[in-house]
């Protein structure tokens, strides 16, 4: 594990980051002449596997008759031409959302990940964990739910993004007032987590730990 929250996960809350304010050097793929029947994206000539585009990324696609023109989870590769889409869903074990069936489709894949994977290792320096603190007494794989930080990791995602955005727009005011925003929002959801670790694979915690504490739950 090297993310605690997905590019879907930041859809739901900013879609204009995958479409008119995506950073352009983060885009791992886009094309032409793609076609969408339902679920299923095929786009002759891409190979979506080479380009390391997996699960849980989002797809900008617009077809020429604007029957499709937003932003779509990315559900599974299936073929390196070939994924399986849907419309966000409110839940991600929801069954899949069919799009419309659409012809002379463009593409676009940006990510996140290098992002997400910075506040990964901010997180798990603030929580002691390894891989972040290297001789921490937790490693990741020892919380029994990570769940629990997959808002606060969003939340300090598009802070850091909406920072970045500031020193590059002409909107600079605005985005800098967003970034301070989603900076304020982290620092409350971080301060709200409680995350228990596991270190028998039981199932039962041995220690839970908030923002800012660390409580022994059994010898």
Same mark, same amino acid.
């Given at each position: 594990?090297?993310?605690?929250?997905?590019?879907?996960?930041?859809?739901?809350?900013?879609?204009?980051?995958?479409?008119?304010?995506?950073?352009?050097?983060?885009?791992?793929?886009?094309?032409?002449?793609?076609?969408?029947?339902?679920?299923?994206?095929?786009?002759?000539? +891409? @190979?979506?596997?080479? @380009?390391?585009?997996?699960?849980?990324?989002?797809? @900008?696609?617009?077809?020429?008759?604007?029957?499709?023109?937003?932003?779509?989870?990315?559900?599974?590769?299936?073929?390196? +031409?070939?994924?399986?889409?849907? &419309?966000?869903?409110?839940?991600?074990?929801?069954?899949?959302?069919?799009?419309?069936? +659409?012809?002379?489709?463009?593409?676009? &894949?940006?990510?996140?990940?290098?992002?997400?994977?910075?506040?990964?290792?901010?997180?798990?320096?603030?929580?002691?964990?390894?891989?972040?603190?290297?001789?921490?007494?937790?490693?990741?794989?020892?919380?029994?739910?990570?769940?629990?930080?997959?808002?606060?990791?969003?939340?300090?995602?598009?802070?850091?993004?909406? +920072?970045?955005?500031?020193?590059?727009?002409?909107?600079?005011?605005?985005?800098?007032?967003?970034?301070?925003?989603?900076?304020?929002?982290?620092?409350?959801?971080?301060?709200?987590?409680?995350?228990?670790?596991?270190?028998?694979?039981?199932?039962?915690?041995?220690?839970?730990?908030?923002?800012?504490?660390?409580?022994?739950?059994?010898?």
């Amino acid at each position: 594990m090297n993310s605690f929250s997905n590019d879907v996960d930041i859809l739901k809350y900013e879609p204009i980051l995958f479409g008119d304010l995506h950073f352009a050097g983060q885009e791992l793929i886009s094309g032409i002449g793609a076609n969408v029947s339902g679920s299923v994206l095929n786009a002759p000539g +891409a @190979n979506f596997m080479n @380009n390391q585009i997996i699960a849980g990324m989002v797809v @900008n696609l617009r077809s020429e008759d604007s029957l499709i023109d937003d932003c779509y989870e990315i559900i599974s590769i299936d073929s390196a +031409a070939q994924l399986t889409v849907s &419309i966000m869903r409110a839940d991600g074990q929801a069954e899949i959302i069919p799009l419309k069936d +659409a012809e002379d489709v463009s593409y676009k &894949i940006c990510t996140y990940q290098a992002q997400s994977n910075e506040i990964f290792l901010q997180l798990t320096q603030h929580f002691g964990l390894r891989p972040g603190v290297s001789d921490g007494q937790y490693s990741v794989d020892d919380i029994l739910d990570v769940s629990v930080l997959r808002q606060v990791s969003v939340y300090g995602i598009l802070s850091g993004v909406y +920072a970045t955005l500031s020193g590059k727009s002409d909107d600079k005011e605005n985005y800098w007032k967003k970034s301070q925003y989603y900076r304020g929002l982290y620092e409350k959801a971080l301060q709200r987590c409680r995350i228990s670790f596991d270190l028998g694979d039981d199932g039962i915690a041995d220690s839970v730990r908030s923002g800012s504490s660390v409580r022994l739950m059994r010898d």
